[in-house]
């Protein structure tokens, strides 16, 4: 008896919160794994458009395997999500249309998104070196290869090789100098005997305190912590400047193959590469704009300007099953 | 799962073989072992203290040391290292006083790992010690006494094995929790098979590669189960009726202070320092900013899916239980031990495979629709409460079957048959003989699927209608960004929900008695 009850309750539960229901006029549902400094853009779109915007939060891996799994009943018509490599997978999966944009080609450079227009980058993040203002001269740093170099045995913090912003790193490494250079430059980081700490956030901090000395995490977090506090003794530094120049990554967004709001999908993603979504994209998150006409903001700034690695970021995805393997073939944990 | 295996990666099986495969197994047999022990001494030392002795809190601690089970296991770890990492306070303080090269040992390694889920998990023992060594205490301590033992003595030679088959469901509860873990083992960098399939999974695109890695996992979970067996032996514990309430011995002097001194720092280093360390953080954020974040809505729907899963899963355990109690064949306990193994196997590899069949019978649904009412219809079942449920159900079923059991198997069969030749029913036998007795074990079971569904996430995350989060979900969106003042109230809210049924037993407990 109870148990029909609770059965009854079940689906009387499923019913009132109610499945996903879209393709209702005037709305745009998004499945996201980027849960971060999107909002007032959002609401923003929603003023000026009269569009009302649905999201779902989730992991990218696990919102991929939701998509895949709806097929043609899916009620996203938007994925949005961080990591070139994610958007990538997504798209190779078929899970993404192509979206022939003039606005959307002119407002993102041509290496942040899609050759063939499934996805486009939306925020821009630089994963390079930071270092303790107070130990060390930035004269002593040059590049990620570098990082192998003997004089920084013990001295070097680095996230494990499973973070996905070091797969996409490791990544484009291997499409600019192959597997075999790869893997030695990854050994060296190794053999210098990395402190390994599991969030960007804990690695300064880390290189703060004088556990290490230099480290490697993206931009962003650096920014947030300067922001609080700008006394910290953590400097940034542009790998690479010299060489491929410094890596970069993304999160995008691209339309799904059966969207139900492909117009209003596409009105979103234009928007938000636009020059209004784009300023406000660069002082919440503290992350670089796509989009060359945004200014990025103060603390960001005072890095001053650098050469980005212009490999388009489709690399990410296409080496990073390689990379995954390459680390742990390097004793990379 | 085991459709995964129609393809097997044979390269990354190759590839795992060749680097990592022998250093994964020994990790997480280490933690598994490690976890197992630790709950066990832990869990069965404190509850034994608390119920045979009377020291200074105890009345407190018996049902305070519960508290560390609503605290999800990676937020117990962070708070840890925030202590005590090099940059944090404690050790920043050390090398002030002691000079610049004093270190603690790295909390990043097998034995943090094994003592923070120690310090989570080891309650599991503890629920079920205690019930136990009340249910058998005073009559086995009076015998032993009358025996010429020593209370001490008579613990290890008597009341110890008489709760042994519920010391093995704690331990194997912990275990499985341990093996299932990602939160954690991710933080400190510790490498696990769990910790091998989200690599897989996310740093190669191969989710089919990732759950055969996961099956790996279903062996220990069997190994872990078999020794759970062994552990409880073949005898039969049970008990007569209602056991009399156990006489506890005061203590005095040191032997008091000792007591009260190893509950005080288990309890606070497992639950104090945590919630102190969210309250903290919590308080980082600028007061307006606090005020602005209404979570009542967070509360309220974690609560509502709290409740229906305790009470979902709950009944299922008890139907399951009950079922193998009458008919006690190989099919209904073979059937019972597999539908247990949801617990051992990391959250995200279950929320998938629940959302294949889910999505499949839900497309299926739709095209029949689309046949027979001629109109076109949106998915029902993907994305709703109910397959949410379900996933939990998948999930949690060993929880509460663990206890259910346990609890059964403590009645005299006798009973049963009394029963049944004053021409009781099925169902009245039910009702009138073995739901009463085992009110203990059952409040258990609802209590902790109640704080497991709680702290669940990656399920809920993927099978969720819109519009439904909860708290876990919350937590999870901030952290990922190391966003940490802004999860803490919504941790403590998980804390302070995960409180509610644990303290409604305690009360419903003590009113018992």
Known sequence: ?333 | MLASWRHPAREVWQHLWQTQLWELLGNTLLLAAGVGAGTLVVGAGLAWLVVAYDFPGRRVFEWALVLPLAMPAYVIGFAFLAMFDFAGPVQTALRRLAGPDVRLPDLRSGWGVVLMMTLVFYPYVFVLARVAFREHGRAALEVARSLGHSPRRAFLTVILPLARPSLAAGAALAMMEALADFGTVSTFGYRTLTEAVYRVWTGMFDRAAATQVASLLLVLVLAVLGLERALRGRRRFTRAARAAELSRLSLRGWHAAAASAACGVVLALAFVLPVAELIGWALELPAAERARRGFGGLVASTFVLAAASALLVGTLALVLAYARRLRPSRVASGAAQFASMGYALPGAVIAVGVLAPVAWVDRALAAAAEVTLGHRLDLVLTGSAAAVLFAYAVRFLAVGYQTTETALARIPPSLDEAARSLGVTLRGALRRVHLPLMRGGILSSLTLIWVETIKELPATLLLRPFGLKTLAIEVWERTSESLWAEAALPALAIVGVGLVPLLLGARLDRGRR
């Open chain 1, 1 to 333: 008896m109870r148990l029909t009850v609770a059965i009854l309750l079940a689906v009387l539960a499923a019913v009132v919160t109610g499945p996903a229901t879209g393709g209702a006029a005037g709305e745009v549902v998004i499945y996201s794994a980027r849960h971060y400094g999107q909002e007032p853009a959002f609401d923003e779109f929603t003023k000026k458009t009269g569009i009302q915007i649905k999201t779902l939060n989730g992991d990218a891996g696990q919102i991929f395997e939701r998509l895949r799994a709806e097929g043609d009943k899916t009620p996203a018509d938007l994925l949005l999500t961080v990591d070139a490599g994610n958007l990538w997978n997504a798209a190779r999966a078929g899970l993404l249309a192509p979206v022939n944009s003039a606005e959307l080609a002119r407002n993102v450079p041509a290496h942040l998104r899609d050759p063939e227009g499934r996805w486009a980058g939306l925020t821009m993040r630089a994963r390079t070196i930071v270092y303790n203002s107070r130990k060390v001269n930035p004269g002593e740093l040059s590049t990620y290869e570098a990082l192998g170099d003997p004089k920084w045995k013990g001295r070097l913090c680095l996230r494990t090789s499973g973070y996905i912003y070091n797969q996409s790193l490791l990544a484009t490494l291997i499409r600019r100098h192959g597997e075999p250079r790869t893997e030695e430059i990854v050994r060296g980081w190794v053999a210098n005997q990395p402190t390994l700490i599991n969030g960007d956030t804990k690695i300064i901090e880390a290189i703060a305190a004088g556990q290490c000395d230099v480290g490697l995490v993206n931009s962003y977090y650096l920014a947030r912590l300067l922001k609080k506090d700008p006394a910290m003794p953590v400097a940034l530094f542009w790998a690479n400047q010299q060489t491929t120049g410094t890596h970069v990554n993304v999160s995008g967004a691209g339309v799904t193959a059966h969207a139900k709001n492909r117009a209003n999908a596409v009105r979103l993603l234009e928007y938000l590469s636009g020059l209004e979504a784009q300023q406000m994209f660069a002082d919440v998150s503290l992350e670089f704009p796509v989009n060359p006409k945004a200014e990025v903001n103060a603390i960001v700034k005072a890095w001053g300007p650098f050469k980005q690695d212009d490999l388009n970021v489709a690399a990410a995805g296409e080496f990073q099953a390689a990379a995954t393997r390459l680390a742990d073939r390097a004793g990379y944990k």
